[in-house]
């Protein structure tokens, strides 16, 4: 996987109230880039001397923030919880007057790399394979987000066995494209749209869903 570019610090930020007194770094600073690290070169690379390197401060900056290495990975799966599984759970609770616009609600964070961190995600599931530890954090994880895609569309009158049978279809098909790490451009897969939405549903979406859904695609394009 590609090195990516190290993220946007704190006192690097115009945007941001200045750093006062000593302080070079926050937290979020080291969070930020062991998350680059763990992306870009998988979990065995970020170590507290590396990130600091980057940072350009003493590892002694690094335990005002965390006890340990061990605190920083944890740190980094509470993160990838938040920022991933959180995002599905809460766009699969969103309100919606159809079964496929609540589906839309669920691609939504997957269009939206603010809503889905799809790098994370996979550097992740590769950590689990390593360490069992992380593997029942994922296993959780999935399990999660298939009950709220479940009861997305229990809501929407579908029987607990077919509302599961979907939830599966749906959320494994989904992971399924960024793990084999398909080139299909975004506007091929869009032309699909309506046929995917009705395979997934057995309902018909509206023009006005599938419109919205292109339209978010072409803002992320853009930026």
């Not at 997305?152 to 579908?158: D, I, K, V, W």
Request: proline share 4%; aromatic share 10%.
């Amino acid at each position: 996987m590609a090195k990516q570019p190290t993220p946007m610090l704190r006192r690097d930020d115009p945007d941001r109230e200045p750093l006062t007194g000593h302080i070079k770094v926050t937290r979020d600073d080291w969070l930020n880039v062991a998350r680059d690290i763990l992306v870009s070169d998988g979990v065995s690379e970020v170590k507290v001397l590396a990130i600091g390197q980057r940072l350009q401060v003493s590892r002694s900056s690094f335990y005002w923030y965390f006890k340990s290495r061990k605190d920083l990975l944890d740190a980094l799966l509470d993160d990838w919880e938040l920022r991933n599984t959180a995002s599905i759970i809460r766009h699969c609770s969103a309100p919606s007057a159809t079964i496929t616009g609540a589906v839309c609600n669920f691609f939504r964070c997957f269009l939206d790399p603010t809503l889905f961190d799809q790098g994370l995600d996979f550097a992740v599931r590769e950590w689990a394979r390593r360490d069992g530890t992380v593997r029942k954090r994922i296993d959780l994880a999935d399990q999660k987000r298939l009950v709220a895609v479940a009861a997305m569309f229990e809501r929407h009158g579908y029987s607990p066995y077919d509302a599961d049978v979907r939830a599966r279809i749906l959320y494994f098909m989904q992971l399924g494209y960024h793990a084999l790490d398909q080139t299909e451009p975004m506007e091929e897969r869009l032309k699909r749209l309506e046929g995917y939405l009705e395979g997934f549903t057995g309902v018909a979406p509206r023009p006005e869903e599938c419109e919205a859904i292109r339209t978010l695609a072409a803002r992320v394009a853009k930026t």
